[in-house]
């Protein structure tokens, strides 16, 4: 029942948007959305266009993915943390505790989907290099192995949640799962680490275009994967 009202809802929003485009209000695809500031505070900008990751990630998607829901959990978690102490997201995460579940909620689903938009890349990247790969193949023998392991974390996550590739205080990868929007680096998951690759296994995620068939979008996910940045990312988490 909750994945139909999800998928309804989900639908509902595409009417919209076709209401929307036909009266001469379409959305630019082919350029990255403008600048956005709410209550001072600045949201993360998408680095390319609307576009940019087809044919594996629909136009329409990244539109309501980063345009609607996104920028609902930044709008929802700025307005949470007013009066509240300023940290950065990711220092707030370690102690999401002790805060409100609508903190936690909306902080995760803003840091979750900030990691998520900015690992992918039009046409994806090469494998991944350096470091990581010398980690990743220590770690679970292969690419491959590697690549296996977080797809079945992502198809096999029940309802809404993410599939993670995370570096552990030890400097060790480790795969792993979580529900709704929270992520390893929260105290209040049992696998805790820096988040390095995210993988969005929530339906808006992926309906408009594939349905029920997450399993296709988990494997053309790997496509549009940029393994330059995510290597960044552990050779800074290594460094912590």
């Known amino acids: 029942m909750k994945n139909k009202i ?3 809802i ?46 594996n990630i629909d136009k329409e998607t990244m539109l309501f993915h980063y345009d609607r829901h996104h920028k609902a959990y930044f709008m ?9 102490p300023q940290l950065k997201i990711e220092d707030l995460c370690k102690k999401i505790s ?3 579940e609508t903190v936690k909620n909306n902080a995760g689903g803003y840091f979750n989907h900030i990691l998520y938009f900015q690992i992918m890349l039009p ?21 491959e192995n590697l690549k296996k392991q977080i797809s079945d974390a992502a198809t096999s996550r029940f309802g809404s949640g993410w599939a993670w590739l995370s570096v552990s205080e030890n400097g060790e990868l480790f795969v ?16 805790r680490g820096t988040s390095i690759l995210a993988l969005d296994v929530w339906e808006h995620a992926y309906y408009l275009k594939y349905q029920n068939k997450r399993k296709d979008y ?14 960044k990312m552990f050779e800074k988490a290594l460094k912590k």
């Open 6 to 8: 999800i998928t309804l």
């Open 10 to 55: 989900i639908a509902i929003f595409f009417l919209i948007n076709i209401n929307a485009n036909s009266q001469g209000n379409a959305p630019d695809y082919n350029k990255k959305p403008t600048e956005f500031i709410y209550k001072g505070v600045s949201f993360y900008q998408l680095p390319y266009a609307f576009n940019a990751l087809e044919p």
């Open 76 to 84: 929802k978690y700025v307005d949470a943390m007013e009066g509240k």
């Open 98 to 100: 002790q805060y409100p």
């Open 123 to 143: 046409g994806g990247s090469n494998l991944p290099k350096g470091k990581l790969a010398i980690a990743i193949d220590q770690k679970f023998g292969s690419f």
């Open 176 to 191: 792993s799962s979580t529900s709704n929007q929270e992520n390893p680096m929260m105290d209040v998951v049992k696998d």
């Open 218 to 231: 988990i494997e053309n996910y790997w496509k549009v994967l940029n393994w330059d940045e995510v290597g």
